[in-house]
């Protein structure tokens, strides 16, 4: 007999590696889309996050070992994981602005962080 047991667990192997594919190319396309708009950061174009969000979370003083604490770590990543997640620009906006206050904040620092470490490795790389 052709169809055995495991000639039909052959197919759901195939069809979730497939599946696997598809979720690992998405993410690979997502993460590119997100590494482009740092790119544009680091030029000073700030697709998601306008001049005036910008200004008011830099405007207030905060300090530097929340970047340490682990439970705000934890939700910066969750934060920017799901800000990658994103297919499109107005999916990441519509995310952003959807964030609470202190969440957009901590997004908005650990952004501004990443891109300012990517001017500084690009700067010492060409030195």
């Not at 195939?14 to 594919?21: E, I, L, P």
């Not at 950061?41 to 200004?55: C, E, Y």
């Not at 906006?93 to 891109?115: P, Q």
């Amino acid at each position: 007999m052709s169809n055995s047991p495991s000639s039909g667990s052959g197919t759901k192997t195939k069809s979730s590696t497939t599946k696997k594919s598809v979720k690992n190319s998405d993410r690979e396309s997502n993460l590119k889309k997100m590494e482009a708009l740092l790119r544009h950061s680091t030029s000073g174009v700030h697709a998601l996050f306008d001049n005036a969000a910008i200004a008011k979370v830099f405007s207030q003083v905060n300090d530097d070992k929340d970047f340490h604490d682990f439970s705000k770590m934890k939700i910066v990543q969750d934060c920017m994981t799901t800000l990658i997640s994103k297919k499109s620009i107005n999916e990441k906006l519509y995310y952003i602005h959807s964030l609470e206050a202190e969440k957009f904040e901590m997004l908005v620092r650990s952004y501004f962080h990443i891109v300012e470490n990517t001017i500084k490795s690009t700067h010492e790389m060409t030195h």
